[in-house]
């Protein structure tokens, strides 16, 4: 991939043109129009980051010689992001911050997410002030479940974070995670 860089945890950063971003916002009001977007701040929505971290996962994907794949983009609500040609169907989980992942940073998900239909999640960053997606690693959802920790309502992930009823979650080390290039080839 142009503009990207592999760092020492194995991490891979890639610039994104602003272009793509816009493509993501598109992408995103499609999605709203399917679904309706139960999200009121429209200012200051930025749900488009995780269409964006699609985006750069099937580039990736191709750029790593991976062909063979579906990319669920229609009625894609509870469906994996992506199915591989051998059947691994694949959960893409991206946040946006403000500042490049640091080594004990987390991964989460949704804990509703947990059940859908899903054999992998791979976890990316955007950090978005510079432009710049960070692809963190995958795991196996089993391992996942196992590894990560689970917050319930009222729960603090830390002092800045505490968890709403109806948005409990699964959160992981990032440490945890099998980085890119090596987890790329546990499910093609």
Not at 33 to 40: E, H, L, V
Request: with cysteine; net charge positive; charged share 25%.
């Amino acid at each position: 991939m142009t503009n990207s860089q592999i760092h020492t945890q194995g991490w891979i950063s890639v610039l994104i043109a602003p272009k793509y971003e816009e493509q993501a916002r598109q992408i995103r009001a499609k999605r709203d129009r399917q679904y309706g977007n139960i999200y009121t701040e429209a200012a200051t929505d930025e749900r488009w980051v995780g269409d964006l971290g699609e985006m750069v996962f099937k580039s990736w994907l191709k750029h790593e010689g991976v062909h063979e794949f579906t990319w669920v983009s229609d009625d894609a609500a509870g469906e994996p992001d992506f199915i591989t040609a051998s059947n691994i169907r694949i959960g893409v989980k991206t946040v946006k911050r403000k500042v490049a992942p640091r080594e004990d940073y987390t991964a989460q998900i949704t804990a509703r997410h947990a059940n859908e239909p899903i054999d992998h999640f791979f976890f990316m960053t955007y950090e978005i002030a510079k432009r710049r997606m960070w692809l963190l690693g995958g795991i196996n959802r089993e391992c996942f479940l196992q590894e990560a920790r689970y917050y319930g309502a009222g729960e603090r992930v830390h002092a800045n974070y505490q968890i709403r009823q109806g948005h409990e979650i699964y959160n992981i080390a990032i440490s945890k995670l099998v980085p890119p290039k090596t987890w790329i080839n546990t499910v093609t």
